[in-house]
């Protein structure tokens, strides 16, 4: 992971949105999110998966699971996927709750 800090491309003065998940503890978090919604599916979903996604710092989302909650910009979703990149940030896959 990198020592960078990784905040102010999550800040929600810029390109993300608020959201807000339970942490480990079960309390819950809001954080800045970089929210990509939902897509046409190309070739009937076989070259791309058009579900939403949002990506996060790895830290916020550490307690996300499969099927566990998470509020994007006021939207209930459920995590369908999570996908580390090694480098602090993590893409959830979501589907609408």
Do not use: K
């Not at 003065?13 to 190309?42: C, K, M, W």
């Amino acid at each position: 992971m990198f020592a960078e800090d990784l905040a102010p491309f999550f800040s929600t003065d810029g390109f993300a949105v608020t959201a807000s998940a339970r942490n480990a503890l079960g309390q819950l978090v809001t954080f800045g999110a970089i929210f990509d919604g939902a897509t046409e599916p190309h070739l009937a979903g076989i070259v791309s998966d058009p579900s939403p996604r949002v990506m996060c710092r790895s830290a916020d989302v550490a307690a996300a699971a499969w099927a566990s909650g998470i509020t994007v910009d006021g939207t209930a979703y459920t995590v369908a996927n999570i996908a580390h990149d090694g480098t602090g940030i993590t893409t959830l896959t979501l589907r609408e709750a």
